[in-house]
T-cell receptor, first 112, second 112 residues
Framework: KAGVTQTPRYLIKTRGQQVTLSCSPI?????VSWYQQTPGQGLQFLFE???????NKGNFPGRFSGRQFSNSRSEMNVSTLELGDSALYLC???????????FGPGTRLTVL | GEDVEQSLFLSVREGDSSVINCTYT??????LYWYKQEPGAGLQLLTY?????DMKQDQRLTVLLNKKDKHLSLRIADTQTGDSAIYFC????????????FGSGTRLSIRP
């Protein structure tokens, strides 16, 4: 069974631009969660989508948004990029239970 | 608020046992987890424990939970070079695999 895939793996943007990251969950998984990982703040929960609906949201500004499609693929968008948005963005998919959760390799975003 | 704390580094000799400690503040945490992150990779769920359990063993891994002191530990028996990684302690309120609160991670290094 294919794992969680994230595209692109690496991305370089400049301040003020916007970016869209993609996550394809494991086939059959309906829950997709997004996390931001930085050296300073560690791993922080962004949001979770389940069956195309946002089910949980972390404490991030409105510049961070996401959506989920009917095939469970998810995208997250960051508008008006700031230097502090440079991070590894991880997504995780699951059937809905923790013991079925799998993480993707992440997208490393660098904002210059 | 929710907070999970871990020491940043641990160095052990190959073949010895490693013990990684974690404290959490949210007494309503129901599920506590240990994740492993190898360089350049996403997160891998190693094991988890329900808050009504004191101990869980899975091959070389032993998780101990002291709910009174809000202290969680992960013991890795017979530590091998392949165990070199960052280990994250995490908590959540339910088993839905969403909105997981992570600690800062403990970098485990193995010396010969």
């Amino acid at each position: 069974k294919a794992g969680v895939t994230q595209t692109p793996r690496y991305l370089i943007k400049t301040r003020g631009q916007q970016v869209t990251l993609s996550c394809s969950p494991i086939s059959g998984h309906r829950s997709v969660s997004w996390y931001q990982q930085t050296p300073g703040q560690g791993l922080q929960f962004l949001f979770e989508y389940f069956s195309e609906t946002q089910r949980n949201k972390g404490n991030f500004p409105g510049r961070f948004s996401g959506r989920q499609f009917s095939n469970s693929r998810s995208e997250m968008n960051v508008s008006t990029l700031e230097l502090g948005d440079s991070a590894l963005y991880l997504c995780a998919s699951s059937l809905g239970q923790i013991n079925e959760q799998f993480f993707g390799p992440g997208t490393r975003l660098t904002v210059l | 608020g929710e907070d999970v704390e871990q020491s940043l580094f641990l160095s052990v000799r190959e073949g010895d046992s490693s013990v990684i400690n974690c404290t959490y503040t949210d007494s309503s945490s129901t599920y506590l987890y240990w994740y492993k992150q190898e360089p350049g990779a996403g997160l891998q769920l190693l094991t988890y424990i329900f808050s009504n359990m004191d101990m869980k063993q899975d091959q070389r891994l032993t998780v101990l939970l002291n709910k009174k002191d809000k202290h969680l530990s992960l013991r890795i028996a017979d530590t091998q070079t392949g165990d070199s990684a960052i280990y994250f302690c995490a908590e959540s309120m339910d088993s839905s695999a969403s909105k997981i609160i992570f600690g800062s991670g403990t970098r485990l290094s193995i010396r010969p």
